[in-house]
């Protein structure tokens, strides 16, 4: 009996799946398909797949073309499936061409033509309409994200706003954009959605802009610099049913939502204790970093991200939040920033800093074990789950693909495409993220550590 096996991910099963299957089963007894799980896809970057691992292999099953389906999890897996199912042909896709010869020692490796005209990806974009995309800022991030948008389907990023023309008129020409606006009403007429990318102290005006107008917004974090400005755009988008999401980019990343729910299942035991850092030295004192007026300092520009996982695993409602920090003398702002949140039973600290270099890992304490995530923690691909005995050490990776940037938007378009509120940073979240942000500038529960050390600096 001559056994054949196909992958796939078979999203929207159209005729050049059915073509291609026929094809595989006719060159031999049995056909195997193997299927893609979901989460195979997001790492391995094809994101925006519309359909579930279920329903996908429910519909390759409805085709009775299969003998037999399995799910494909892993780079790597074909080999060992080869070996297991005791294969004889792999079929794929002329798109694959030269792409499995590494299979021929272990099986014959037959590349079949593509069927022309039709793929997933052009039934994805004509069932939605491709979102037009807007970027609101000319800064060091919105030519990255320009560049990760490329790996999200449903989306293009057409138009740039920005407030000196010079700068955005290169950038729309070096990414072939449609066109630049230096007015932000005439940019919004011609858009579905924002990427707010301005320095922080612009970013309630210019969302709020946006959602006035019925565009949907990604923002940059922080949201805003204050608590009832944030609950105010919230409102905003609720009322006017549209997404407003934050750019905390950590929060959408796949390793981190494995981190997040191997941390809530249990297994180090009750999490009792936090300590996150994440410093980015920056020494050029003319940068918006050390601009107090554009809402710069260690714990507005960095604070999101020790705080998101914090707040995903303690939640919203420290008894006490304390700020130990160090101004910088010539700009104001706080060039370090230790913020310890004390919880009913467990203890947080968040570490930032734009004036100081430190290890940027995460340790997750519990009762029974620790999640220690390697720096850069907030750009999560790797963390070990240890215990006492260190021969039960559990080890996970998941790529961290590029930039990163690319994960929060593909959940941006989303859920506006599904209409639906993304799970993965709440409002509630970013409220409280906010929250704690804003105390520190209006000095509640905060110690400058000069007065610590010698006596002077301030309190309060
Ligand atoms: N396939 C084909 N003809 C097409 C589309 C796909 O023969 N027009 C084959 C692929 O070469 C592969 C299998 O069908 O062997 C599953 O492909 P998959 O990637 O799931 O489908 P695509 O339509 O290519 O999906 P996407 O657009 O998301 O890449």
């Not at 037959?110 to 997933?120: A, F």
């Not at 707010?196 to 974090?221: F, I, M, Q, R, S």
């Not at 409002?427 to 000095?443: A, D, G, M, R």
Request: glycine letters at 8%.
């Amino acid at each position: 009996m001559k056994r054949v096996i196909t992958y796939g991910t078979f999203d929207l099963l159209h005729y050049g799946h059915i073509n291609i299957l026929k094809r595989a089963k006719e060159l031999g007894d049995y056909l195997i398909v193997g299927v893609t799980s979901d989460n195979y896809d997001m790492i391995r970057g094809k994101l925006n797949v519309s359909q579930t691992t279920t329903e996908r292999i429910e519909n390759v099953r409805k085709t009775g073309l299969a003998d037999e389906i399995i799910i494909e999890e892993y780079e790597g897996q074909k080999v060992n499936d080869i070996k297991k199912y005791n294969i004889d042909t792999i079929v794929i896709g002329s798109d694959w061409l030269n792409k499995l010869d590494y299979l021929k020692p272990f099986c014959e490796v037959v590349y079949l033509k593509r069927t022309k005209g039709v793929s997933s990806t052009d039934l994805r974009n004509a069932k939605n309409t491709i979102l037009k995309l807007g970027i609101a800022g000319n800064g060091r991030i919105a030519q990255r994200f320009i560049k990760e948008a490329k790996y999200v389907s449903g989306v293009e990023v057409e138009y740039i706003f920005g407030r000196t023309e010079e700068h955005i008129r290169n950038i729309c020409e070096k990414f072939n954009l449609s066109s630049y606006f230096t007015d932000y009403n005439e940019f919004l007429d011609n858009v579905d959605a924002v990427y707010v990318a301005l320095p922080h102290n612009l970013h309630y005006d210019y969302t709020k802009k946006a959602l006035l107008k019925g565009k949907h917004v990604l923002c940059e974090k922080p949201i805003t610099l204050s608590e009832n400005q944030t609950k105010e755009l919230y409102k905003i988008a609720k009322e006017k049913n549209l997404v407003l999401l934050e750019g905390v980019k950590t929060a959408y990343v796949p390793c981190f939502e494995r981190l997040i729910s191997m941390a809530q299942s249990g297994i180090i035991g009750n999490i009792k204790d936090i300590d996150a850092t994440f410093t980015k030295l920056i020494c050029d004192k003319t940068l918006r970093e050390y601009n107090a007026n554009m809402g710069g300092g260690s714990l507005t520009e960095l604070g999101s991200y020790p705080l998101c996982i914090i707040t995903k695993l303690l939640g919203t409602d420290p008894v006490d939040i304390q700020y130990l920090y160090e101004k910088d003398d010539e700009t104001s702002v706080d060039i370090m920033n230790k913020v310890i949140l004390t919880y009913k039973n467990a203890i947080a600290t968040a570490n930032v800093g734009i004036g100081i270099k430190k290890e940027g890992n995460c340790v997750i304490s519990g009762t029974n074990g620790y999640i220690i995530v390697p720096a850069p923690w907030w750009k999560t691909e790797y963390f070990e789950i240890r215990f006492e005995d260190q021969n039960k050490t559990q080890k996970f990776y998941t790529k961290f693909e590029g930039d990163g940037l690319r994960y929060e938007l593909a959940d941006f378009v989303k859920s506006i495409k599904n209409n639906t509120q993304n799970y993965k940073w709440t409002e509630e979240e970013s409220v409280f993220v906010t929250h704690v942000i804003e105390n520190f500038k209006l000095c509640k529960n905060t110690k400058e550590i000069k007065s610590l050390l010698w006596g002077g600096g301030k309190t309060s």
